[in-house]
C-alpha cells in the first residue's frame, strides 16, 4: 500500500486516536489514584497502549506499557488480566526477537490461567 493511499492514512490515523484516548484515561487514572477500579481501568489502557505501539512497531514501548499492566494487575490479584497482560509481554519480546524470554512469558500466562478460580481452560482442550 503506497504511503499516501487512503487506507493507509485512515489505519495511521486511527493509531493516533486509539493512543490519545489511552492516554486520556491514563491521566484520569493518574489524577485519581483512590477512585475506586479506576486503576484497573489504568491497567486495561495500558494492555490497549500496548498493543497500539505493537502495530506501530514500538516494540520497546510496547513491552514497558505491557510490563506496567502485569505488575498492576498483579498488585490487585486479577490473574486472568495479568495473564493476559503477559501474553502481550510476550509477543513484544518475540518481536524484538528474545524468543526465549518470550516463551517465558507466555508460560507466565499459562500458569495465571491455569491458577484462576475457577481454572481457565478454553483453549487448552487439544
Do not use: W
Not at 502495530?55 to 494487575?73: C, H, M, V
Amino acid at each position: 500500500v503506497g504511503a499516501k493511499s487512503p487506507f493507509k492514512r485512515a489505519v495511521r490515523d486511527s493509531l493516533e486516536k486509539a493512543g490519545r484516548y489511552v492516554k486520556a484515561v491514563m491521566k484520569l487514572a493518574a489524577d485519581h489514584p483512590r477512585e475506586n477500579g479506576l486503576q484497573e481501568t489504568r491497567a486495561s489502557a495500558l494492555c490497549t497502549m500496548s498493543q497500539v505501539q505493537m502495530l506501530n512497531g514500538n516494540f520497546t514501548e510496547a513491552l514497558k506499557s505491557a510490563d506496567e499492566a502485569a505488575s498492576l494487575f498483579r498488585q490487585r490479584s486479577h490473574q486472568r488480566n495479568q495473564g493476559s497482560a503477559c501474553l502481550l509481554r510476550a509477543d513484544a519480546l518475540r518481536a524484538m526477537e528474545k524468543y526465549k524470554e518470550s516463551q517465558n512469558a507466555a508460560l507466565e500466562a499459562i500458569t495465571l490461567f491455569k491458577a484462576c478460580d475457577p481454572p481457565d481452560v478454553k483453549g487448552q482442550e487439544s
